[in-house]
């Protein structure tokens, strides 16, 4: 049986065809959806909202590939499901779609981080470190949320309005043992602590070790609902740890919180090909 020649051809002057409908307006509308779905999945990533994502997306190829072959009963089942499914997704991922309008409200979704210069950032930084090296040595607890993009101010409201300027002799004398702001958390914006004393919500996540405390369960909590980052000094061993996204990473050293702080004071501004390069990264 003679091949057909004609089949590649045709593909290729349909694939011209659609290339010659593409205009201005099209490029600007793929450009700004990618944006968007980018700006999702890196709200996404490294939070148990990602194995959602990944087991819907499961359901939705499964629900393809069983409507294709016609197996009605499966297809049937799946189309229930998925309906339930779209139903509860507002309560699953409601960190998420909080997180997202505030990003929104705020005018920050697609917008750069406001950040400190070089100097400034590297002050701030280093007394930080300074302070919580000091609290470590001497075991006392500590809390210090670290506003990010998303503001902070309904967190800073439950506790004791200050507004100074970030030294590590200021960070300790708020941290004084049995004194009124010793047990809340100090919020920081820039190189400033706006409140201290502050509540914060503690993790409905069961899966925690049980070494972990109620500060360390506050911290996680706030980071799971904003994108913060809690830096943590346990009263019981003088361990620091660090919550972002709804994770805790501990036993960090003066070197290690400094390189964890550092971009989030003076984080870099990515543009188009950055964007692209941390895509590829992380693929």
């Known amino acids: 049986m003679p091949l057909d020649l004609s089949l590649p051809f045709e593909f290729h002057g349909m ?11 099209d490029v600007l509308d793929i450009f700004v959806v990618a944006a968007i779905l ?12 990602i194995t959602l994502v990944k087991g819907i997306l499961v359901l939705l190829a499964i629900a393809v590939i069983s409507s294709f072959l016609q197996l009605h009963a ?71 949320v670290i506003e990010r993009n998303m503001g902070l101010n309904d967190v800073s409201a439950t506790g004791i309005q200050i507004d100074g300027l970030i030294t590590a002799d200021f960070l300790l004398n708020v941290f004084i043992p049995n004194t009124p702001l010793h047990d809340g958390a100090a919020v920081i ?13 503690l993790t409905e996540n069961r899966s925690l070790s049980t070494e972990l405390g109620t500060r360390h ?4 909590g706030l980071s799971e609902q904003c994108d913060a980052l809690i830096v943590v000094v346990s009263e019981e061993t003088g361990t620091i740890s660090v919550a972002e996204n709804g994770r805790i990473m501990r036993h960090l050293n003066a070197d290690s919180l400094r390189n964890v702080l550092r971009p989030v004071f003076n984080p870099p501004q990515a543009g188009i090909r950055d964007m692209v390069k941390n895509w590829r990264r992380k693929e």
């Not at 980018?38 to 909202?49: G, I, V, W």
């Not at 505030?102 to 210069?117: I, N, P, R, T």
């Not at 070089?118 to 007394?127: G, L, P």
Request: glycine residues 8%.
């Open 189 to 201: 914006r820039g190189k400033r602590l706006i409140a201290a004393g502050c509540l914060l919500p």
């Open 217 to 220: 369960r506050a911290a996680i």
């Open 15 to 25: 694939f011209r065809g659609l290339l010659s409908t593409i205009g201005p307006i």
């Open 74 to 144: 499966i297809s049937w089942l799946l189309q229930k499901a998925i309906t339930l499914l779209f139903v509860a997704l507002p309560i699953v991922f409601q960190p998420e779609l909080r997180r997202a309008l505030e990003h929104l409200g705020q005018g920050k979704f697609l917008g750069a981080v406001v950040s400190l210069d070089d100097d400034e950032a590297r002050s701030v930084v280093h007394e930080l470190v300074k302070a919580v090296r000091v609290l470590a040595a001497n075991k006392t607890g500590a809390l210090l």
């Open 38 to 49: 980018y700006k999702a999945y890196e709200m996404l990533q490294d939070t148990r909202a």
